[in-house]
């Protein structure tokens, strides 16, 4: 992994408090990171928009694109092609974005509230991927393409959870958690299986090659 210094912010993250607050120190970062870790992005100027959700517990932050008929991370894009075909704006859910070429960033004030400052930054690293991947193919994704990206921005390809849903699905060996959900479904009625049945439909753990134990975190509330 390439190590480059960050560059400084002009906010400080100790001033962050409001979601206005979060936004800016956000968007003054992720300016100065464009330039330090050379993204192929020419401005952020595609970000049309930056927004806070008090809501969001499962990802730190996410970037919202129109779908793209045909695109395909790793397939450079004919951007003039594609408006020529669809027009500026596509139709039905894609409608809200005012361009065709045009990406929101939503950040999670839940995430925000419990990183530190690097780790934060390290996120927005990670989004500016996705918007790289965008700007550039129509499409975003975690696959090859995204590893080896983040690995040269000093980003993780998932970044690191900082909420736990109610029922926690562990290694029956070691104990470590390797998944979570907030309420029941397919995966938890999986993990709750007998090691035989699990034998029958499931891979094994990854960390040890065992089988899984469901664990409800309200159980003894």
Not at 23 to 32: C, G, I, T
Not at 116 to 135: G, M, N, P, T, Y
Request: charged residues 35%.
């Amino acid at each position: 992994m390439t190590v480059r210094s960050d560059p400084p912010s002009r906010i400080r993250w100790s001033d962050v408090s409001t979601d206005a607050d979060l936004l800016a120190y956000s968007r003054d970062y992720a300016e100065s990171a464009v330039a330090t870790y050379d993204y192929r992005l020419p401005s952020l100027s595609v970000v049309a928009d930056w927004a806070v959700s008090g809501r969001a517990k499962r990802r730190a932050a996410v970037v919202k694109h129109p779908r793209v008929p045909d695109a395909s991370v790793g397939e450079r894009l004919d951007w003039d092609a594609v408006r020529r075909e669809h027009g500026d704006r596509l139709p039905g859910s894609d409608s809200r974005f005012g361009s065709l070429r045009e990406c929101h960033l939503v950040c999670s004030r839940r995430a925000a509230d419990a990183y530190d400052e690097a780790e934060w930054r390290r996120v927005l690293r990670h989004e500016l991927v996705h918007v790289e991947q965008f700007a550039r193919f129509g499409a975003t994704g975690h696959g090859a393409w995204f590893r080896r990206r983040a690995e040269t921005v000093n980003a993780d390809r998932h970044c690191p959870t900082f909420h736990r849903g109610r029922y926690l699905i562990r290694c029956r060996d070691c104990g470590e958690v390797v998944a979570d959900r907030c309420r029941r479904c397919r995966t938890t009625r999986l993990a709750g299986l007998s090691r035989r049945k699990q034998r029958e439909r499931l891979g094994p753990t990854d960390c040890c090659g065992a089988f899984y134990e469901l664990e409800d975190t309200r159980a003894e509330e």
